[in-house]
């Protein structure tokens, strides 16, 4: 149950089912990191309103029990196994991929690690950058011919931070989301031109295991996987370019008035969590 705090901040989108079930019936839709989380909840939600979906993750036994879910409530799914980090198995899942509808990029690898403690782990970029921002493209570039031909979406599951300064401790995580944003953001005038919606969710804290490492977000506001969802089929529904919580707009203004005067807080916060 939300908290009020989390109503203020997160309120739920209106999503018309029967217009989502219209929009979606016989489409292929192609979810990424569909085992768990939030694209776990938009993979069910997209079989509910009658599209084929096709399920990519690491986990193959998650795949298909989501799959095998699917199936029960008379909808029709596939896992597709795919590691992001394996760059051959990415380029076999590119050249094998059907042709879809929509594509949602929404598998992400987060770290938070001080830079000092990442000195020997050069695997903390090269794996957010293989997850975050390489494969994303590699199975975008695969799906654009069938994109163009059906005039179909490409769905960029972000983060809020992507849109303010910097925060320390997650340089691998912000900097692969952010190339990846900054890809698809470069492409989406070229791809509207020729009828492919191209939308980006910036999403806030969403109650997921990806944060269950950080305890001090036990105590934060956060969003829940399905409200996750609700905004990404929400966007499906009207194709809009972008969606992001009301209250990132005026934070991001006060972040752009403040200049550089927000670096001190930072490095006050970074020196605070090094001693
Ligand atoms: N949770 C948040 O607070 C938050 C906030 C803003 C944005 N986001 C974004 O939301 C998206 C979904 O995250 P989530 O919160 O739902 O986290 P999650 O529950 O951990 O789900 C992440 C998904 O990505 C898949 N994945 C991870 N590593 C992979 C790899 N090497 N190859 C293929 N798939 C991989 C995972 O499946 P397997 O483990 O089975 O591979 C899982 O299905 C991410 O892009 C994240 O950056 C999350």
New binding site residues.
């Given amino acids: 149950m939300p908290s009020f705090i989390e109503r203020l901040l997160f309120p739920a989108p209106r999503l018309d089912l029967a217009a989502l079930g219209r929009r979606l019936e016989g489409r292929t839709v192609l979810v990424?990191?569909?085992?768990?989380?939030?694209?776990?909840q938009v993979a069910r939600i997209a079989g509910r309103a009658g599209a084929r979906v096709l399920l990519?993750?690491?986990?193959a036994s998650?795949l298909e029990e989501v799959a095998a879910d699917i199936a029960a409530d008379g909808g029709i799914a596939q896992g597709l196994p795919?590691?992001?980090?394996d760059g051959a198995a990415v380029e076999r899942l590119a050249a094998a991929l059907p042709a879809v509808d929509i594509f949602v990029s929404?598998?992400?690898?987060?770290i938070r690690r001080p830079i000092l403690a990442s000195l020997g782990r050069p695997q903390d970029v090269t794996r957010t950058g293989a997850?975050?921002y390489l494969a994303p493209c590699r199975l975008a570039l695969a799906a654009m011919p069938g994109l163009v031909a059906r005039k179909g979406q490409i769905i960029n599951?972000?983060?809020?931070n992507v849109l303010l300064p910097p925060a320390p401790g997650w340089a691998a995580y912000q900097a692969s989301?952010t190339a990846f944003d900054q890809w698809l953001r470069s492409a989406a005038p070229e791809l509207r031109a020729v009828g492919v919606a191209v939308s980006s969710i910036y999403?806030?804290?969403?109650r997921?295991?990806?944060?269950a490492p950080t305890r001090s977000y036990d105590r934060v506001p956060?969003m829940s996987?399905e409200h996750a969802a609700h905004h990404v089929a929400a966007a499906i529904l009207t194709r809009s370019r972008r969606w992001r919580p009301w209250w990132l707009p005026p934070v991001q203004l006060a972040a752009a008035l403040a200049g550089s005067a927000w670096e001190p807080l930072a490095e006050h916060r970074a020196q605070s969590a090094v001693r």
Avoid: H
């Avoid at 990424?32 to 776990?40: K, N, P, Q, V």
């Avoid at 990519?56 to 986990?59: G, I, K």
């Avoid at 929404?106 to 987060?110: E, H, P, Q, R």
């Fill in positions: 990424t990191g569909a085992s768990f989380g939030i694209g776990e990519v993750a690491r986990t998650r795919c590691d992001f980090s929404n598998a992400g690898k987060s997850i975050n599951v972000s983060a809020a989301k999403l806030p804290l969403v997921t295991r990806m944060i956060a996987p």
